[in-house]
């Protein structure tokens, strides 16, 4: 019996795989990848024969057997999933069936959008003295909220927060951070298909006018929302700097110098 891999393929250009992703795609007898996000050029490393599948038309359970299936044929069978495993990826779902079936299985950690997204924008999602702290969310469709966690009160901490799965609910998306006390020239961005060669594209707007600027874009899907108030701050003149550089500031590596 092989084990299977549950694989962050990163947020799209296969450059983004992390190097124990792409040696054990290498590796790999059979690979099922999430196709409607996950370039097919992340297979480019794919040894010869080995056989790889589109889950776009499965089901759960089609995807499981799909695996337990080749872990008996394969000792190293992949689940190339888009971004990080651990966010919007129904890893335990799968892993549930495959720990009852006796397969062994491990994750590889991947670039998640949200980071590709401030990456792309060169955007710091944390900031001192501005925010300290990033949530990772979505919008209510139609995954029900669980209690304490509509957006609305997610934002009322003010902090960073990088929106999934939710450009198809950015009329929603403003309405609740509107709710929460953010004002109209609060900055927003939106980065569609974050590090996808040639096809990312970056919208800068304020919660006022991200709606209007997204459709003038045209864009409708594969989008991550960012809204925090240290978007932006590469240009302000009066920024609060890290304690970590600090000449003042003393810490194991470093004697303050005043
Ligand atoms: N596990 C993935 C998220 C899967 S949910 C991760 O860690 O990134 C799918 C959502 O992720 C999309 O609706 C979109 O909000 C976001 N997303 C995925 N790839 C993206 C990309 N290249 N650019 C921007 N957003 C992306």
New binding site residues.
Partial sequence: MGKVWFV?AG??DPDLITVRGRDLIARAGAILFAGS?VSAAAMRWAPAGCEIADSKDMTLDEIVAWLIARAQANEVVLRL?????????ALIEMAQPLDAAGVELGVVA?????M??AAAAVESLTLPEVTQTVILT?AEGRTPMPDGESLEDLARHHCTLC?????TLLARVVGALRAAGWRDDAPMLV??????PGE?RIVRGTLADIRDKCRAEKIG?????IASPALGARRWPDLKKSKLYDATFTHRFRRASE
């Fill in positions: 962050g947020p799209g996000l999933q888009t971004g990080d495993p651990s966010l919007y990826g991947g670039v998640s959008s949200a590709a997204s979505r929106i999934y799965l939710s450009i980065v569609h298909k974050a590090s996808w990312e899907s594969q989008a991550m929302i």
